[in-house]
């Protein structure tokens, strides 16, 4: 009876993921704000530093790499990389124009794609996916409720400035057809990131389902941070 008892425990375990499994959704969902908290005010005053640090992560990755009890996480830390380079390159010079934001941030896209289809570091690869995927729906939203004229006008004024006109910006996201496509948006953000978790394998801790892990955090982290943006936007 203790036989059946714990394995009808491990198996109650394992259908909940391992805990690789989770701390690598949750990392990928906090790499995610990292840009956000240490990129975007990085960029403003040294571009250049932001665009080297690129190489920084990119040692760390291939150190990582080399350890097999480390490998999951250099596969990461190099899908980090790639976002992270695209990000220094758009937010460093091309910020003031909106229409090239998912172009530049998409420019790691053929590594990733070759890196995928060659099935190396599919973790790393899926995490850039998934940001994309996110920045990509954030940027659709933006310009179905017309906030891409609003987008030009807040980064060529100062910080202050900026604060001031941005509630009156997120107006039309107050909007009947702004909360439309919030929900809409939001709906295929979830679901999106939900799909590859529901089957039984990506359940199971094989190491080969962990990248779907990732790639849910990723998107799911997306969605938080420009959900946590809005809602304190909204309270000045």
Known sequence: MKQTFQSSLRQTFQSMGTFQSWSLFSVAM???????????????????????????????????????????WG??????ALAWFSGSIYWGWFRAEPLLHVPMEA????????????????????????????STVTDIYFFLVDLMPTWRVLIQTDQTEAMALLPQALE???TPLG????????????????RPLLSTEAWSGQKEQ?????????VLGT??????????ATQF
Not at 223 to 232: E, I, K, N, P, T
């Open 179 to 194: 909360k439309f496509w919030a929900m809409v948006l939001i709906v295929g953000l979830c679901v999106l990131s939900i």
């Open 210 to 218: 962990l990248c779907w892990w990732v790639f849910s955090g990723s």
């Open 107 to 134: 420019i790691g896209l053929p590594v990733a794609i070759w890196a995928l289809l060659h099935s190396r570091l599919r973790i790393g690869s899926l995490f850039f996916l998934g940001s994309l995927i996110g």
């Open 75 to 80: 596969d990461l830390i190099f899908g980090f």
């Open 172 to 174: 039309h996201t107050q």
């Open 30 to 72: 906090f790499l995610v704000s990292l840009p956000v908290l240490i990129q975007a005010p990085l960029v403003r005053t040294w571009p250049w530093l932001s665009l080297i640090a690129t190489g920084g992560w990119l040692l760390g990755s291939y150190g990582l790499l080399q350890q097999e009890r480390t490998q999951i």
């Open 223 to 232: 969605l938080l941070v420009d959900s946590l943006f809005l809602l304190v």
